[in-house]
């Protein structure tokens, strides 16, 4: 089956950069949806930034211009370049994946997605 391993989290100050990775392994060929999310303890996992297999690419407000999406050439690793990191970025990333291109209107909804990684934390200090 389908897994996914989130790897690059870790510590940084405020304003510094950090790059997180996804390995999927078990994946075949077709259409898809991978990103990330973020989710802080008692609250929702909201997503960050996604993209299909078109290579289209959906972004958070919060996260538009300092975080970029892309997949590597093996199609098996997902990347987040996260830039400018705030405090409020802190928060545990997790890498997901759809066996569907995203959707507009639902791409950002944690039950679109079927498969999930055991997340990394990110924690940005001020």
């Known amino acids: 089956d389908v897994q996914l391993v989130e790897s690059g989290g870790g510590s940084v100050q405020a304003g510094g950069s950090l790059r997180l990775s996804c390995a999927a392994s078990?994946?075949?060929?077709?259409?898809?949806?991978m990103g990330w999310f973020r989710q802080d303890p008692g609250k929702e996992r909201d997503g960050v930034a996604v993209i299909s297999s078109d290579r289209r690419t959906r972004y958070a407000d919060s996260v538009k211009g300092r975080f970029t999406l892309s997949r590597g050439n093996a199609t098996a690793t997902l990347y987040l370049q996260m830039d400018s990191l705030k405090p409020e970025d802190s928060s545990m990333y997790y890498c997901?994946?759809?066996?569907?291109?995203?959707?507009?209107?639902?791409?950002?909804?944690?039950?679109?997605?079927?498969?999930w990684g055991q997340g990394t934390q990110v924690t940005v200090s001020s």
């Open positions: 997901a994946a759809a066996r569907d291109d995203c959707r507009a209107a639902s791409w950002s909804d944690p039950g679109y997605f079927g498969y």
């Open positions: 078990g994946w075949t060929s077709g259409r898809y949806c």
